[in-house]
């Protein structure tokens, strides 16, 4: 029989390379999960935030005018209320008021734990939103 002689030296270091590329695309994909659920979980959070930060201002009405029966925000108020609670949540935001709206947004950056291996530190989370303070549950 004849005896073959097998030659591996061009394919030397092959496996090692392949297993280099795999692991990059594992912590890649790693990096997308981890970090996207966390700046899911930060923009749930900071979408309630600005919601109930606009309820707080929706809230401020003109006693005068509630003992009335009418609903007359004060304006002053309802800015500082929306803003106190931004500012006690942790993350200082903007409220500003447009008729009896009461409009709350916020900005920040979350640190990122894997994706910082490929260059990205933060992520972006904003949220804005909205309330009207109303009497009672039905027409009136």
Known sequence: MLSKKLNLSSESGSITAMLVVLFVVLIACL????????????????QDLVNQAARDGAAQLVVGYLRQGQLVLNQTKAVQAGENFLAASGHPGTVWVVGNTVYAKLNYNIPT?????????????????SAVDVSGIGPN
């Open 31 to 46: 990096a997308i999960v981890v970090d996207s659920g966390r700046q899911l979980g930060a923009e749930v959070n900071a």
């Open 113 to 129: 734990l894997f994706s910082s291996i490929f260059g990205i530190r933060y992520l972006r989370i904003s949220a804005i939103g």
